[in-house]
């Protein structure tokens, strides 16, 4: 069964100026054990999507299934687990007695003794939590996710404040988890966590999607590939399949087209052009080129 199913939803925002619309008509399914970056500029709808995939908010139009019920009672029922930027922590208990509180409401869900192992904690127990980085707290936020054993994780910026050691280490466990059947859909402004440890991208922009796929089809829909060429004579009128611009430094030449292997084939049989190469665009160059357009009208 799929996971996660938005069909034609619609979520629109009351103004004194009238409805503003914070999602368009987006569609997208998740299936079971996927590890998803859910990517786009500030004020694209995300937070607003992640909202109604947990049941705190309903769309306005259009339907959003969570194991083919309502994400509300798969909450209840303790399938999902999430981390959210606004989530709470309470400063004079500690990272062992917020473990033990939140447990209470999963009975026999988890070993707690486990968890904070899985997720780094047992030597935090006894701090509290007032004195944790925020790094720390994410770490705990992580944990309390995991407390009802959820087929789901929905995770919001859940980097925020961790090094680069805490980042790496988190990844390991929530790939750990992927491979365990749990679907990981994950938001966050660094390119490179969605580069390095996504399955699938999607991007969002003004409440719209305007690409799902791997980091490759991403990287191809957003800039293509670039083929260059060391060849002293070539000029503008010379022409070459497919070529949509072009940029030039010295005797080399750097071309866009809609066929980067046909323009390289032709360039290497039918050409005086040398030292060929084709490079392929990276995720930063692929988001800004989808997202270039997508600056106004949508409310995160």
């Known amino acids: 069964m799929t996971a996660i199913a938005l069909s034609d939803v619609v979520k629109d925002f009351p103004t004194g100026d009238g409805p503003v619309r914070a999602v368009d008509h987006v569609n997208l399914m998740l299936d079971p054990g996927e590890v998803v970056a859910f990517l786009g500029p500030n004020g694209a709808g995300k937070s607003t999507c992640i909202d109604m ?7 306005t139009h259009g339907t959003v299934q969570v194991h083919g019920g309502s994400p509300r009672a798969a909450v209840q029922a303790g399938r999902i687990g999430a981390i959210l930027q606004s989530g709470g922590l309470l400063d004079d208990l500690t990272v062992h007695q917020t473990l ?21 904690l047992t030597p935090l127990a006894s701090r509290r939590v ?52 749990q679907t990981v859909l994950f938001a966050t ?3 490179k966590e969605a580069q390095d440890f996504a399955d699938r991208i999607i991007l969002i922009a003004e409440g719209r999607i305007v690409a799902d796929g791997t980091v490759d089809e991403i990287r191809r ?80």
């Open 53 to 59: 995939m947990l049941g705190l908010t309903d769309p």
């Open 100 to 120: 033990t509180m939140i447990a209470t409401l999963h009975p026999g869900r988890i070993d707690l003794d486990t968890l904070m192992r899985r997720t780094n």
């Open 130 to 181: 007032s004195h944790c980085s925020g790094g720390e707290r994410q770490r705990l936020r992580f944990a309390l996710a995991l407390i009802p054993d959820p087929d789901i994780l929905i995770l919001d910026e859940p980097t925020a404040g961790m090094d680069v050691n805490a980042r790496a280490e988190f990844w390991a466990t929530t790939h750990q988890e992927a491979a365990n059947g």
């Open 189 to 191: 402004h660094y390119l």
């Open 221 to 300: 829909l957003g800039a293509g590939r670039s083929v260059s060429a060391h060849w002293p004579g070539w000029t503008p009128d010379i022409s070459l399949p497919g070529v949509t611009h072009h940029e030039r430094e010295g005797e080399r030449v750097r071309w866009w087209a809609d066929d980067s292997d046909a323009l390289a084939l032709h360039l290497l049989t039918s050409t005086a052009a040398t030292d060929l190469e084709i490079t392929t665009a990276d995720l930063d160059s692929a988001f800004a080129a989808l997202t270039r357009t997508t600056t106004t009208g949508a409310t995160a």
